[in-house]
Nanobody, 128 residues
């Protein structure tokens, strides 16, 4: 059974930073693209960032470009999302998810339907 665990969420003031982690405990992340999604109350789940499994190519939604950085450490079987200059509108539950990269993934790297397995999420709250 696929098991992804997110951690690192919390309460932070505007302008602050957090680093989220996504660890896989039952399989190897090496063969999968990984993405971070978020969902705020009353809103649809949106793709925030993703990273490919082979060439390390990264993707970001426009609202986080220049502020968030996704990375992966295959030796630790973990993917990270470094979030800087946080804003109140970044408040959401953040989820990591895996995708088996096929021909369509590179065209839709931030779409929910590309991803198969999901973690339980970690809450990020940006507030003064």
């Amino acid at each position: 059974q696929v098991h992804l665990v997110e951690s690192g969420g919390g309460l932070v003031q505007p302008g602050g930073s957090l680093r989220l982690s996504c660890e896989a405990s039952t399989f190897t992340l090496d063969y999968y693209a990984i993405a971070w999604f978020r969902q705020a109350p009353g809103k649809e789940r949106e793709g925030v960032s993703s990273i490919s499994q082979s060439d390390g190519k990264t993707y970001y939604t426009d609202s986080v470009k220049g502020r968030f950085t996704i990375s992966r450490n295959n030796a630790k079987n973990t993917v990270y999302l470094q979030m800087n200059s946080l804003k109140p509108e970044d408040t959401a539950v953040y989820y990591c998810a895996t995708a088996w990269v096929g021909s369509s993934w590179y065209q839709h790297p931030l779409e929910v339907y590309e991803y198969d397995y999901w973690g339980q999420g970690t809450q990020v709250t940006v507030s003064s």
